[in-house]
């Protein structure tokens, strides 16, 4: 079966950096998709991981552990435009994504 | 920049009537997708489209659910006979050959009453 999960919602102070985490549990893995989605609008593409390690895009980083279904999100400095959802998605070749529910991260000032 | 257009951006139907749902495709991409947001929900998988054929389907993606390439741009999903739980957002996404990266449309919302 699939399970992902992600913390439902986060806060954080506007400057600052967030880690968002998500483990998953699939029957077949070929990697883990990152999304943003602010309300009411489509997920936009923000990092694939397939090999261990982080992975550094700008402002926003991703790091996956493949022996321990793990990864992270981490978003440095801070914006208010950061508001948003943020989705965890594995790849994993039956199904091309499944999306956990979402961690929805608050900025504020 | 490219991008995936669909259509209309807000769709309101009765209980038992069949809807399209419309999705115009990056140009030069080769994978199609439909997926469904609930309210509130997770984004949830329906069907990818390659080759003009379906490649794979979700257990969401049953016989009251279709979908269709009619010409070089268009990728159509159609719902046959609406249920009230079919109320959601549903986006199309397209995909290069070789290549993960997903980009999502901005989304149909289908409201059944």
């Known amino acids: 079966g699939q399970n992902i999960d992600q913390p439902t919602e986060m806060t954080a102070t506007e400057g600052a950096i967030v880690q968002i985490n998500c483990t998953y549990q699939t029957s077949g893995f070929n990697g883990l998709f990152w999304y943003q989605q602010h309300a009411g609008e489509a997920p936009t593409f923000l990092s694939y991981?397939?090999?261990?390690g982080l992975e550094e895009k700008g402002r926003f980083s991703s790091f996956l552990s493949r022996s321990k279904g793990y990864s992270y999100l981490l978003l440095k400095e801070l914006q208010m435009k950061d508001s948003a959802s943020y989705l965890c998605a594995s790849d994993s070749g039956n199904t091309p994504l499944v999306f956990g529910k979402g961690t929805r991260l608050s900025v504020i000032a | 920049e490219p991008e995936v257009t669909q259509t209309p951006s807000h769709q309101v139907t009765q209980m038992g009537q069949e809807v399209i749902l419309r999705c115009v495709p990056i140009?030069?991409?080769?994978?199609f997708y439909w997926y469904r947001q609930i309210l509130g929900q997770k984004v949830e998988f329906l069907v990818s489209f390659y080759n003009n054929e379906i490649s794979e389907k979700s257990e969401i993606f049953d016989d009251q659910f279709s979908v269709e390439r009619p010409d070089g741009s268009n990728f159509t999903l159609k719902i046959r006979s609406t249920k009230l739980e079919d109320s959601a957002m549903y986006f199309c996404a397209s995909s290069a050959l070789n290549s993960y990266e997903q980009y999502f449309g901005p989304g149909t919302r289908l409201t059944v009453t």
């Open positions: 991981n397939v090999l261990d």
């Open positions: 140009s030069n991409h080769l994978y």
